[in-house]
């Protein structure tokens, strides 16, 4: 009878420290970390690739050909508007000018002796008039006399436009002189030289290029924007940027135009997306597109929350076909440190909002795994359907609480992302309500 009695407080200790084993296992069979949802802004910045440009940039050219004798400026050279900054052989446009004046000064001459001429046939027109009116001479002698005078004040007349013919012929020449000393026509600094001295420009059908001259103390930073973001540059939205030459120095302007003409990247383009918080050299990876999070839009490949959630603050995809509009950035340049041509990462804010429901990033990545859902017996939920609201740029997503032991999905429709917090359209999430961020099985 003990025997027997033994043997079932036995087997039920045995029953008991299973049972004890599975609820143990059952009160946390996996880990499980969670993060709040938060009130606060949410600022969208758009990562692309920009080239600097001068705001005004001219191509100094020569309009007569001869041969170069001076150059009095070269690259780099700062140059004032009116300085001299080459010269050509005047040789020969001297003495176009002293033939010039030389023809004027003797079509004055001839205009001279026609009006002697004309002086004194219209002192024997009116002597002939006299003796006429005295029937001392015939008519016809003072037909004749008539015609002598009109002759004369005709040849006159020609004489005179030949004078002023003459002063248009020195007038060129002296043009065409002065025009062998070629000055700057803006403030600003020599990009480009084309010529050396003693080289010989033509400029019979078009005017030749000697030197391009930039006026670097402003400049335009024309960025190329993803189709998807470019709705959310805005004009007068602050733009900061960096150029890799000039190490991280971080450089400021203002948008001042996107223009509408749209660019198309046939054979593909690797768009950037970037957020608040990515570094230069962490940008240089990617050069043109659209900023990170759940809601990326336009023809570039669209990030997921998977990615944009993981922190990095920047992702790339291949879109073929891309297509990018130009933003342009305008920039102060009076301390003359950025070149122009330069390529510069530029920072462009897509939208702000500046009070929402912020959902944490990682929490609209994560989605519980097969494996978790079998550790605790709970069946597989399905996703929420992703849809795109269009114009209002929203989407669909899904978060996760952890209540007694089980993952509750909850729908939300999101808006605008940065590189940690999603804003939360509509939705159940409440601030302060803790979401799960990653899950994974408790190794036994």
Aim: charged residues 20%.
């Amino acid at each position: 009878m003990r025997t027997r009695i033994l043997a079932a407080v036995i087997a039920a200790a045995v029953v008991l420290g299973i049972a004890l084993v599975l609820i143990s296992r059952r009160g946390q069979p996996v880990r499980v970390a969670t993060a709040a949802a938060t009130e606060g802004p949410v600022a969208r910045q758009v990562l692309a690739a920009g080239t600097l440009e001068p705001v005004r940039m001219v191509e100094v050219g020569v309009q007569v050909s001869g041969t170069v004798s001076e150059l009095p400026a070269d690259f780099n050279t700062i140059v004032k508007a009116g300085q001299i900054i080459a010269k050509l052989d005047p040789a020969v446009y001297q003495s176009q000018l002293e033939a010039a004046r030389g023809q004027l000064a003797q079509a004055r001459a001839e205009a001279t002796q026609a009006q002697t001429i004309l002086d004194d046939r219209n002192t024997k027109l009116k002597r002939a008039e006299e003796l006429a009116g005295q029937q001392l001479i015939a008519q016809s002698e003072l037909d004749d006399a008539r015609v002598a005078m009109q002759e004369a004040a005709a040849d006159l007349e020609g004489r005179q436009a030949a004078i002023k013919s003459a002063r248009a012929a020195v007038k060129q020449a002296q043009v065409d002189l002065e025009r062998t000393v070629v000055r700057s026509p803006i403030d600003g600094i020599v990009v480009n030289r084309a010529v050396d001295v003693g080289q010989t420009v033509a400029a019979t059908l078009q005017s030749p290029t000697l030197f391009t001259i930039a006026d670097v103390r402003t400049m335009n930073l024309l960025t190329e924007v993803n189709e998807g973001e470019v709705g959310g540059v805005q004009k007068g939205s602050e733009v900061t940027f960096q150029v890799e030459s000039l190490g991280d120095q971080t450089f400021h302007g203002k948008v001042t135009d996107v223009r509408l003409q749209p660019y198309a990247d046939q054979a593909g383009a690797v768009v950037a997306v970037a957020t608040t918080g990515t570094t230069g050299s962490a940008a240089a990876t990617g050069a043109a597109g659209s900023a990170g999070g759940s809601n990326a839009s336009g023809t570039a490949a669209t990030t997921s929350n998977a990615t944009s959630a993981s922190g990095g603050g920047s992702s790339t995809a291949t879109a073929p076909g891309a297509v990018t509009y130009t933003a342009v950035v305008g920039v102060d340049n009076q301390d003359g440190r950025l070149a122009p041509g330069g390529t510069a990462i530029v920072t462009l804010n897509s939208g702000t909002r500046p009070h929402v429901v912020r959902l944490p990033n990682t929490a609209l990545s994560f989605r519980p795994s097969p494996a978790v859902l079998e550790e605790i017996g709970q069946k597989a939920v399905p996703a929420a359907a992703a849809a795109d609201a269009g114009e209002s740029r929203t989407r669909t997503g899904q978060v996760w609480r952890f209540e007694n032991h089980r993952f509750v999905p909850l729908d939300v429709v999101t808006g605008l992302s940065d590189d940690r917090w999603t804003e939360m359209v509509s939705g159940p999430v409440q601030p302060g309500d803790a979401l799960v961020t990653s899950a994974g099985v408790d190794p036994r």
